[in-house]
């Protein structure tokens, strides 16, 4: 193939309006606008308990993630809110140890795996059949008790306010309310919620969401936490569910427990002997970090060494590896379940995948000239395409760093508020398999993820911190919200990053970490069987694409990636070599700050 393609080509190297934050101590990037730095304008100017307020005040970073969290569930309520579930993993610097905490939503006790047989499909997404064990706000306690320092209910005061005095609609949330408010039953809870009366039609761009119910209820959490535990603020969650339906009980929201589970520690591969070793840190299954890890090995097993090397061939070549490794690592994704359920066979298959050995072999059974049809991948299972979530990442002061993902699911979750809560509830239910089913393409459901009462649904959710293996140093935090575009998304942003950096020069390709996430993305997640491109990929890349014989088609990828890198740079008015570099992805919006 012919050298055509340079890395900076234009379009390749879009410049979005999003900007690149420096910081000499501390910084934070989330992908909900307000949410950084809140006082602006989607705020309604509150700067109570913002982020550098919190860490003025003494706060940790996990006191600062659950400020922002709570704001980025009212600004971006079709994303997440206390009504999901969230994963972390937590870095701390003075120890060289990362933490993670599972606080993932769980089916109830009276769920099957035939639960929803003869039912309505849309009842897997709509409505209280929906709705797994909300989990979010315990997930919250449980962070704050072990890493937090400032008073409990003083986290929640700027939420609060919120609540009652309101947050404007966003061009997100605008966005989504165009694309599925007419889903949204009339004079239900939710329709209400976002319904302006006085023009008749659902509200738009700059009008307030005011939610009441939720801020008394959020008052209620933040003046008695361990009713989260003994059931007393439970007892109204419960309220809400037993009035529209739901099988959860009060004794599964008591029994509900977040975990602190072992992290996942992947080596990653270096590129030449100049590089440092490092290493990719994440949760362990449900969520998909692994994978993230198996990518990277895997791609880099083609040793490029230098932004042309790696487009070497037009960048056709480039972009096929691509996507024949995507296709693998979604064939392993239907076989992994939840770690703490797993059999022998199971943990062998999950340590092999955070291998070289185990990267080696896909790159192995990679075609350079063409692909291959769905069995060759190694799976003959389809799995639930989950969507949404909405993602923080934090450096602090102290060298600390978390990577926090959240979601209550499909857009606006199961569509239910709670008429005492406030709270809108999830519909991860949607995210297990259904036993018996066939999808689309007449693949039957992965037995890997099928109802289980008590069980975690699996995700595509990868919070992720990269560390130098030599000294402990925290290199990178990073995260994205969008389904299974996460897992494709991060992998893309990381190899422009992350693997051939010498001596603290930006990672892999040497793109600080706006220009890695501004960069046209490609996704394929093997089912179904399409190539799924941002536009402006250029003609020849796509009709060889096209030769190779991937079926391919345009589309606005949704997923939003939120970094930080610790770059070896002079911050302005710094002489010390060390930068923290933030960027908030400009296809869903957002904000960075720190100081």
Not at 83 to 111: C, I, N, Q
Not at 452 to 457: N, S
Not at 511 to 530: C, G, S, W, Y
Request: charged share 20%.
């Amino acid at each position: 193939m012919p050298n055509r393609f340079a890395i900076n080509e234009v379009p390749l190297a879009f410049i979005s309006p999003s900007t690149l934050g420096h910081y000499h101590q501390a910084a934070i990037s989330t992908d909900a606008p307000g949410c950084a730095a809140q006082g602006s304008k989607e705020t309604i100017n509150l700067s109570l308990y913002d982020f550098r307020k919190v860490l003025e005040r003494n706060g940790t970073i996990v006191d600062a993630a659950i400020t922002t969290l709570l704001c980025n569930g009212l600004v971006n309520p079709q994303s997440m809110g206390v009504g999901g579930g969230f994963l972390m993993v937590y870095y701390k610097a003075s120890e060289k140890k990362a933490y993670t905490l599972d606080a993932r939503e769980t089916a109830p006790s009276a769920a099957s795996p035939n639960m929803f047989d003869g039912k309505n499909p849309i009842e897997r997404i709509l409505g209280p059949l929906s709705i797994a064990v909300p989990s979010e706000l315990r997930g919250y306690y449980a962070a704050w008790k072990k890493f937090g320092r400032l008073r409990w209910a003083d986290l929640f005061q700027d939420a609060i306010k919120m609540c009652r005095e309101g947050t404007p609609i966003t061009p997100i949330v605008d966005r989504m309310l165009a694309i599925y408010g007419a889903k949204i039953p009339v004079g239900s809870r939710i329709w209400k919620l976002f319904y302006n009366e006085a023009k008749g039609r659902l509200k738009k761009r700059g009008e307030l969401l005011i939610r009441p119910e939720l801020g008394g209820f959020l008052e209620r959490v933040a003046a008695n936490p361990e009713g989260l535990i003994n059931g007393e603020l439970l007892a109204e969650m419960r309220a809400d569910l037993a009035e529209v339906q739901s099988i959860i009980s009060l004794q599964d929201l008591i029994d509900y427990e977040p975990l602190w589970r072992k992290p996942l520690e992947i080596p990653l591969r270096t590129w030449d002997h100049k590089s440092p070793n490092l290493r990719l840190v994440t949760t362990p299954p449900p969520s998909s970090g692994v994978l993230i890890g198996l990518a990277l090995n895997t791609l880099a097993s083609y040793n490029y060494t230098s932004k042309e090397g790696l487009f070497n061939g037009d960048g056709v070549l480039y972009y096929h590896r691509l996507a024949e490794v995507f296709k693998f690592i979604f064939a392993k994704r239907s076989f992994l379940t939840d770690e703490c359920c797993m059999n022998a066979e199971e943990k062998e298959f999950l340590r092999k995948m955070m291998t070289l050995p185990g990267a080696d072999e896909i790159a192995a059974n990679i075609t350079d000239t063409g692909t291959h049809n769905l069995s060759f991948y190694g799976s003959i299972f389809s799995s639930m395409a989950d969507v949404g979530t909405s993602h923080v990442s934090i450096i602090g002061p102290e060298g600390d760093g978390l990577s926090i993902t959240s979601t209550i699911n499909t857009p606006f979750g199961s569509g239910i508020v709670g008429s005492r809560t406030g709270i809108l509830f999830n519909n991860e239910m949607h995210d297990f398999s259904i036993a018996g089913t066939t999808n689309f393409f007449g693949l039957p459901s992965s037995p890997a993820h099928l109802i289980r009462p008590g069980g975690r649904p699996f995700s595509s959710m990868a919070p992720i911190i990269v560390t130098d293996t030599a000294n402990g140093t925290l290199r990178l935090v990073i995260g994205a919200s969008g389904g299974t575009q996460i897992i494709t998304a991060i992998v893309q942003v990381l190899i422009k990053h992350i693997l051939s950096f010498a001596a603290y020069a930006n990672l892999y390709l040497g793109m600080n970490v706006k220009a890695a996430i501004d960069f046209i993305r490609i996704h394929h997640q093997l089912i179904p069987e399409t190539l799924r491109y941002e536009k402006n990929l250029p003609s020849f890349i796509l009709q060889g694409l096209k030769d190779l014989g991937h079926k391919i088609s345009e589309k606005d990828l949704a997923s939003a990636v939120q970094g930080i890198e610790v770059a070896n740079l002079p911050c302005l008015g710094h002489s010390e070599h060390r930068c923290l570099l933030a960027n908030a992805d400009h296809r869903k919006g957002g904000d960075h700050d720190g100081f």
